[in-house]
């Protein structure tokens, strides 16, 4: 297969996938020291999200708590009006950033390049080699999308604007394949 042939499916992947409806997306902050009325992240992620066309069915506030936090994210994955889980914070390596170890192991089915791509963008376009203390990570859990970010508003914006938004549909689409 040609490099235009893979080019020409995506583009009709895409295509196909922005004639669906809107995600239906869950944002958590996870972090100990922000309230949601601190939490600037979470509310960028919202906005972003929710100018983008995609609802915005539940923002909530998470400590960096293991139990607490696969209590949440098992809620939120049972629900039947949610398509993307989207956590924010909890990445790094403090012994208190706990987001990855309970997500991972959830995940049915990992996308390496989320992580490989963020962190990536991050050294080239932000932070320099501070990129490689990030864990983001994405997959598929139970035919929704989930994926982990850093918790600063520059990490938020550069994972929704570049990498989640523009693919979101297309994700989706084949998560449900």
């Known amino acids: 297969m040609t490099h235009n042939n893979r080019s020409t499916s995506t583009a009709e992947h895409r295509a196909d996938a922005a004639q669906h409806d809107s995600a239906r997306c869950l944002v958590f902050t996870v972090s100990d020291s922000r309230t949601l009325a601190t939490d600037e992240s979470g509310a960028l992620m919202e906005r972003l999200l929710t100018d983008a066309g995609h609802i915005v069915v539940a923002r909530d506030l998470l400590t960096n708590d293991e139990?607490?936090?696969?209590?949440?994210?098992?809620?939120?994955?049972?629900?039947?009006?949610?398509?993307?889980?989207?956590c924010?914070?909890?990445?790094?390596?403090?012994?208190?950033?706990?987001?990855?170890?309970?997500?991972q192991p959830l995940l049915d089915r990992e996308l390496p390049g989320f992580g490989e791509l963020f962190r990536?963008?991050?050294?080239?376009?932000?932070?320099?080699?501070?990129?490689?203390l990030s864990r983001a990570l994405a997959g598929a859990v139970r035919g929704k999308f989930v994926a982990v970010m850093p918790g600063s508003k520059a990490a938020v914006e550069l994972a929704l604007t570049r990498l989640i938004i523009p693919e979101l549909k297309h994700v989706l689409r084949e998560i449900r394949r």
Not at 72 to 79: I, S, Y
Not at 98 to 103: L, S
Not at 120 to 132: T, W
Request: aromatic share 2%; charged share 20%.
């Open 88 to 103: 924010t914070g909890g990445t790094g390596l403090g012994s208190r950033d706990r987001t990855v170890q309970v997500v």
């Open 120 to 132: 990536s963008l991050s050294y080239l376009e932000q932070i320099g080699a501070a990129a490689m």
């Open 67 to 86: 139990a607490p936090l696969r209590t949440a994210l098992e809620t939120a994955l049972a629900r039947t009006d949610v398509d993307v889980v989207l």
